[in-house]
């Protein structure tokens, strides 16, 4: 299985801040790599996929970039509907594959 | 739009099977530009893929629950549905079922989840 890799898996922000999650791939994934946000006892929610298109209706201050095995996403200014988890995964092969999530708190 | 809900036993005793649906409206999944997959995420925990099922009757399994797991169709209901064999406690979950996109495999929309607890 292709593992993924996030870090941090928690931080602290104000809103306003620059944030940057850090996902990255056992083995090259190319860019097969979407992103997800998940509010607490809601459902994951697609912001990314192919690791940089934005999914229809999703803020553009939601941002992804790499390929191969390094990936980030970026809120360019926390807002506070942002604070929440997110989770990176991998499309690239089956068992499709999560990362652990970075859980973002307001500082 | 596509709307999807999972629906089942909230309470499943060790050794016995989850059996759970998904409705699906606004959308057939007789699509063949979709597959309709199942993700669990233990409380507290990440998430686990287990697997899809596309129009045409193909599945494709986690390895790690290939033995216990399937999941199947019934285009005239518009639904999917999960049975998970012999259960254990480490099978607690919410239980999501997902539209996944055919080529790049991403998984958009989601159900709301259902909390099924294995527990005697």
């Known amino acids: 299985d292709i593992q993924m890799t996030q870090s941090p898996s928690s931080l602290s922000a104000s809103v306003g801040d620059r944030v940057t999650i850090t996902c990255r791939a056992s083995q090259s994934i190319s860019d097969y790599l979407n992103w997800y946000q998940q509010k607490p006892g809601k459902a994951p929610k697609l912001l990314i996929y192919?690791?940089?298109t934005l999914q229809r209706g999703v803020p553009s201050r939601f941002s992804g970039s790499g390929s191969g095995t390094d990936f980030t996403l970026t809120v360019s200014s926390l807002q506070p509907e942002d604070f929440a988890s997110y989770y990176c995964q991998q499309s690239y092969a089956t068992p499709f594959t999560f990362g652990g999530g970075t859980k973002v708190e307001i500082k | 739009q596509v709307q999807l809900l999972e629906s089942g036993p909230g309470l499943v005793k060790p050794s016995e099977t989850l059996s759970l649906t998904c409705s699906v409206s606004?959308?057939?999944?007789?699509?063949?530009?979709?597959?309709w997959s199942w993700i669990r995420q233990p409380p507290g925990e990440g998430l686990e893929w287990i697997g899809y099922?596309?129009?045409?009757?193909?599945?494709i399994y986690n390895p790690s629950l290939k033995s216990r797991v399937s999941i199947s169709m019934d285009t005239s209901k518009n639904q999917l549905s999960l049975n998970l064999r012999s259960v254990t406690a480490a099978d607690t979950a919410v239980y999501f079922c997902?539209?996944?996109?055919?080529?790049?495999?991403?998984?958009?929309?989601w159900g709301q989840g259902t909390l099924v607890t294995v527990s005697s």
């Open positions: 997902a539209r996944e996109e055919a080529t790049r495999d991403w998984f958009d929309p």
């Open positions: 099922v596309y129009y045409t009757g193909r599945t």
């Open positions: 192919a690791a940089s």
């Open positions: 606004g959308g057939s999944v007789s699509s063949n530009t979709f597959y």
